[in-house]
């Protein structure tokens, strides 16, 4: 019987080093990398969201970067099918792929299958978005966190499109939207080992507030003010992006913005780990003591 093809899967914080890490698996193992990250798939989106650089990009072929452009819809549906495509295409040239990324939902959709979600109500929708306009993102945060605290804590907190999903879910049918992610796990045509990177918190938390350092360094503050007249787009509701924004406009001094930044991303990080460590498929290593000789060696 012919071995399935494998999956190795990379996840982990942001700013822990799984692109480093993946690009050394994939050249040792020599394949390709698909992306499992919900921002760094857009064109117009660069610095903030850590996408790999230049020569990063031609070490190793990768997928779901750049595919994308802001003003298309792009979910974890549309990743899952993406990816779905993506890795049948490539496992046809060879016996292993690597995936890395640090969204959890989008790696959760491809690995099991995303569930069947109930209609929402138009009315409760539009009344939504009403309130969200009039009331501002305060409001949307302490909204989520009366009606849906478990879903508070894994949510994208300054990102107000998801918030209001989850809202909507829980108006609509009077049940989080994290039950709703609870379905049978579809079947898959190859074989998955994960990864997981940690790190001591402080390390970790070191290591963000040198990164928004470094993309200060880089030009942070001129790619986010060019991107400006699309600061409602739902792309943009990012980490990195919605802080400079509030700068821009005389919100915030732009060392608060910087601050937040830090925070906020911290903030992340923990969210990031808090849905991870649910996974209890995940082989958790040292990110500064790993190797590619300890990865292939879970490989069954």
Not at 205 to 224: C, K, S
Not at 228 to 239: I, K
Not at 245 to 250: D, I, L, R, S
Request: charged content about 20%; aromatic content about 8%; some cysteine.
């Amino acid at each position: 019987m012919q071995e399935a093809p494998t999956i190795f899967i990379i996840c982990g914080p942001t700013a822990i080093g799984k692109t480093a890490f993946a690009i050394e698996l994939a050249q040792a193992i020599g394949t390709e990398i698909i992306s499992a990250d919900s921002r760094q798939c857009y064109q117009e989106l660069g610095i903030a969201v850590a996408k790999p650089s230049a020569k990063e990009l031609a070490m190793v072929p990768h997928h779901f970067i750049n595919s994308h452009s802001i003003h298309d819809s792009v979910n974890a549906g549309v990743f899952e099918q993406y990816a779905l495509q993506k890795s049948a295409s490539l496992l046809q040239q060879y016996p292993s792929i690597v995936m890395v990324g640090g969204t959890g939902l989008y790696i959760k959709a491809f690995t099991d299958g995303m569930d069947a979600m109930p209609d929402i109500a138009p009315a409760i929708r539009a009344q939504l978005i009403a309130d969200y306009e009039q009331n501002g993102l305060e409001w949307l945060q302490t909204q989520v966190q009366l009606k849906d605290p478990a879903f508070w804590e894994q949510a994208e907190q300054q990102n107000p499109q998801r918030l209001m999903r989850g809202l909507e879910f829980i108006l609509s049918t009077g049940t989080s939207i994290l039950d709703f992610r609870k379905a049978e796990k579809k079947q898959r045509p190859f074989q998955v080992v994960k990864i997981g990177l940690e790190l001591p918190r402080e390390i970790l938390y070191q290591r963000i507030n040198q990164r928004v350092d470094q993309m200060l360094d880089h030009g942070l503050l001129e790619e986010a003010r060019a991107l400006v007249p699309f600061q409602t787009n739902n792309a943009l509701q990012t980490v990195g992006y919605q802080e400079l924004f509030a700068h821009f406009k005389g919100e915030i001094s732009a060392t608060i913005a910087i601050e937040q930044i830090k925070q906020h991303t911290r903030q992340y990080a923990k969210r990031q780990m808090t849905w991870f460590k649910k996974e209890t498929s995940i082989n958790w290593m040292d990110a500064s003591n790993i190797s590619v000789e300890k990865v292939l060696e879970l490989k069954s």
